[in-house]
């Protein structure tokens, strides 16, 4: 079994930023990809930003957020920059472990950003 947890959400004013953390732990072998997704209220959920060999953004995002991560603790960062009124959203962190290339998801965790 793997755990995803998130953390670093909160209440932030247009321009801010924030950092989000996500770490793995459990049977875990390898990670092939991580990465996050949010869903605004009555909205679905959208990617964000992933990474495996490269990093990938989704075009609202891009210039402002970063995706990194840190092998050796099996962990996600998502460092989000010059942050809007659109940003505001549940942030939900995925893990995909190989060699099963099973995912798992974290929790959640708020981002608003609000003046």
């Known amino acids: 079994q793997v755990h995803v947890v998130e953390s670093g959400g909160g209440l932030v004013q247009p321009g801010g930023s924030l950092r989000l953390s996500c770490a793995a732990s459990?049977?875990?072998?390898?990670?092939?990809?991580l990465g996050w997704y949010r869903q605004a209220p009555g909205k679905e959920r959208e990617l964000v930003a992933t990474?495996?060999?490269?990093?990938n953004y989704a075009d609202s995002v891009k210039g402002r957020f970063t995706i990194s991560r840190d092998n050796a603790k099996n962990t996600v960062y998502l460092q989000m920059n010059s942050l809007k009124f659109e940003d505001t959203a549940v942030y939900y962190c995925?893990?995909?472990?190989?060699?099963?290339?099973?995912?798992?998801w974290g929790q959640g965790t708020q981002v608003t950003v609000s003046s």
């Open positions: 995925y893990v995909s472990v190989s060699p099963s290339y099973r995912t798992y």
């Open positions: 459990g049977s875990i072998t390898s990670i092939y990809a």
């Open positions: 990474i495996s060999s490269r990093t």
